[in-house]
C-alpha cells in the first residue's frame, strides 16, 4: 500500500511508541487521526509536529476502556477526512500484577484496553474501509511468547492479540490484511532503572535495546506488503530466540 495521502488511525498516538508510529506515518505522506485518553498535550504536540512538517493530522480523544468508543472513534476518524485506509492499534496498558495480588478490576482493566478496544476498533473500521480495503497492525508485545511471573494477565492479553490477528485476517481478507508486531525492550517503562536495561542488553543477541523507530520500520512494511496478512513480526533483538 501506498501511504501518501492515504487516512490512518492511531491509537494510543499520545506518547510512546504511539507517537512514533503516528510520526512515522505522516512521514509517509499519511494523513493521521491521532488518538489519545489521558494524553492530550502529546497529541496535540504530534499534531503539531506533523502540520509543522507539511503533513495533515487531527487529534481525537476516546476513553477506549468504554466499550462503545472504538466505534465512535473510527466513525470520527473516517468522517474528518470522508476515508479510512489505515488503523494501527497501539494503545495499550502494562500492569505488573504478581501473581496472588490479581483482582478481578485488574484483570478487567487489563483486558478491556489490551484485546477488547482493538477488536473492536477493527471491527468498526472493517465497516469503513470499503470496497479498496486497507490495512490493521495490532501492537502485541514479547510477553504474549514468553512467560513473565509479574505479567500474566498482562501476557495472556497479548497473546490473545496474536490470536486476534490471526482470526481477523482470515476473516476480512481479501478486502483488509491484518498483522501484528510484538515488540520487546524498545522504550523501557519509566520506572525501570540503569541495571534493569544493563540486564536487558546483555541477554539480548543484538547486545543493544531497540526504539521505538524499530517498531515503525516494522509497521511501514507491513502496510506496505501487500501479500502478508495474518502475520506476528517479533521485534525484540533477538530475545525470543535464546536458549
Known sequence: MELRDRVALVTGAGHRVGRAIALGLAGQGARVAVHYNETADGAESVVATIRAQGGDAFAVAADLS??????RLVDVAADHWGALDVV???AGVMRKTPMGTVTAADWDAIFAINLRAPFF???????RMGTRGGAIVNIA????LETWPAYVPHGISKAGVIQMTRALAHALAPQIRVNAIAPGAVLLPAAWDEAAAAHLIVTTPLRRLGTPDDVVGAVLYLLQADYVTGETIVVDGGRHVRV
Open 121 to 127: 476498533v477493527a471491527q468498526a473500521a472493517a465497516t
Open 88 to 90: 494501527v492499534n497501539s
Open 141 to 144: 508485545d514479547l510477553a504474549a
Open 66 to 71: 468504554d466499550a462503545t468508543a472504538a466505534a
